[in-house]
């Protein structure tokens, strides 16, 4: 188990949904390790499913049928929806969850026959969010705050919708927790103390203050951005427009950035382009209707689009395909393609143990093995004492002497040991001295991201390990 869960700062709500799942494969003996790849991922694209046909009802709502289609085709062509959503990160469903959960609240949108709002459904999904990813609570903050002003009845609000559902999804993941944890763990307090009182991310890198607003964002939006602004400008809706500027705002604080701390509100952004759309194919055809109400969207069937509009939508898929197809075939694969050759080699007998000579993480590891196999990868626990180097550092600081130290401490030998080619041409001499050979090479990268250029991924064993 990696550093987090020593700290008390994961919750075992999210990992829960997955270790049912395995239960549910081993029970019906479905558990090999290709199933065991796939499943959790075919998991996670049926939750996003759901986020799809909330975005679709969600923009229904707010904006009629054309901006929902439009909005549903901006989500389904960006590259970065495509890349992302379906892994297995607490950012994906906290994602899943937030459209959801906006669609329910009667500040966001009015209320009709079709598209009824419910605020105690958004309480409870907004509960689960902040229960599963504890920075959630971020959107959330701003929703209940907008509400609370909206709203005519406000302590009703506050003590008999907000106080108990809190209480009771917050009791829940605390019971659970202290189940699995075997002692009471407040996780939500554990994350905000290390993340946001101590700082305790930046240890993991730290980018500017304007990343989020001049690249991080801009990249996942990538060619639709200039549609999302036309959007956001021509919509007029100024509370989903500030909830993604509060978001960027308040993670633009902190010093640690990633693109997924800000993928809740990248649908909401492909919303505001389908907006855009839907308001180009009608000033593109005879009607004279604007897009701003429901009521008042006309549905554009068998309407010739104009040029401009042909051009946009033609450009967005030209830029965003090969983009999501490069990134997600292509881009970084060797970690996982070395550890499907692992788990083909254990199955066969062949894996006796193995240790990853790479920063840590670098691997799917035991999800993708599925073997009782001893392994090892490099440690990367922050340090509480400032300046002092984990593992995965004092590695790449001097691949040769840290590998030496630890083969000092082999009472035998790794079968195998995974490094990335960078570090490979600095420990020739150590594999030979220790009887390795090169067994496979697997493509990795065409260029750096944020160190050395990992171009491979190298498997070595060693040469005694099987007769």
């Known amino acids: 188990m990696t550093w987090e869960w020593k700290r008390g700062i994961r919750s075992y709500l999210h990992p829960m949904l997955f270790a049912f799942l395995y239960k549910l494969l081993q029970v019906t003996g479905l558990d090999t390790p290709y199933i065991m790849i796939k499943a959790p991922r075919l998991m996670q694209s049926i939750f996003s499913a759901i986020g799809d046909l909330y975005l679709y009802k969600l923009s229904d709502a707010l904006y009629g049928g054309n901006v929902a289609t439009w909005s549903l085709f901006c989500q389904m062509a960006n590259w970065f929806i495509f890349f992302c959503l379906n892994r297995t990160f607490s950012n994906c469903l906290e994602t899943v969850l937030t459209i959801m959960g906006l669609y329910y609240w009667p500040c966001i949108r009015d209320s009709s026959i079709d598209y009824p709002v419910n605020r105690k459904w958004g309480l409870v999904i907004a509960a689960l969010a902040c229960a599963i990813r504890p920075t959630s609570a971020v959107i959330w903050l701003y929703v209940g705050m907008l509400e609370l002003f909206l709203t005519p009845n406000k302590v009703k609000f506050i003590i008999l919708e907000v106080i108990p559902i809190g209480s009771l999804v917050l009791g829940f993941t605390c019971l659970l927790d202290r189940l699995m944890y075997g002692s009471w763990v407040i996780v939500p307090l554990n994350f905000l103390k290390f993340n946001f009182l101590s700082s305790g991310g930046d240890y993991y890198g730290t980018h500017p203050w304007h990343w989020y607003f001049t690249q991080g964002f801009l990249v996942m939006l990538f060619t639709f951005t200039p549609f999302s602004i036309a959007g956001i400008i021509k919509s007029k809706n100024q509370k989903l427009s500030a909830l993604i500027l509060w978001v960027l705002a308040i993670y633009s604080i902190l010093g640690h950035k990633e693109f997924r701390f800000v993928l809740p509100v990248l649908p909401i952004a492909l919303i505001f382009s389908g907006y855009a759309f839907a308001q180009m194919e009608v000033s593109g055809s005879s009607s004279s209707s604007s897009v701003t109400k429901k009521k008042q969207v006309p549905r554009q069937n068998h309407t010739k689009w104009s040029p401009k509009l042909r051009l946009s939508v033609y450009f967005l898929l030209a830029t965003n395909i090969p983009m999501a197809l490069y990134m997600s075939l292509f881009h970084q694969r060797g970690t996982e393609d070395a550890m499907n050759y692992l788990s083909d080699e254990a199955y066969k007998g062949r894996v006796k143990s193995i240790l ?112």
Not at 371 to 390: V, W
Not at 396 to 423: D, K, M, Q, T
Not at 441 to 461: C, E, G, P, T, W
Request: with cysteine.
């Open 356 to 467: 990853f000579l790479m920063p840590c993480h670098s691997t799917p590891y035991y999800s993708t093995l599925h073997r009782n196999i001893p392994m090892q990868f490099l440690d990367c626990t922050p340090s509480a004492e400032k300046g002092e180097l984990d593992e995965s550092d004092q590695f790449l600081v001097n691949p040769l002497g840290f590998a030496s130290e630890l083969a000092r401490n082999w009472s035998e030998p790794p079968s195998h040991i995974v490094l990335f080619a960078s570090e490979e041409t600095k420990l020739r001499d150590f594999m030979i001295q220790h009887s390795f050979k090169e067994v496979r090479r697997f493509f990795h990268a065409h260029f750096k991201v944020d160190r050395d250029l990992q171009s491979s991924v190298v498997v070595y064993v060693v040469n005694h390990a099987f007769p």
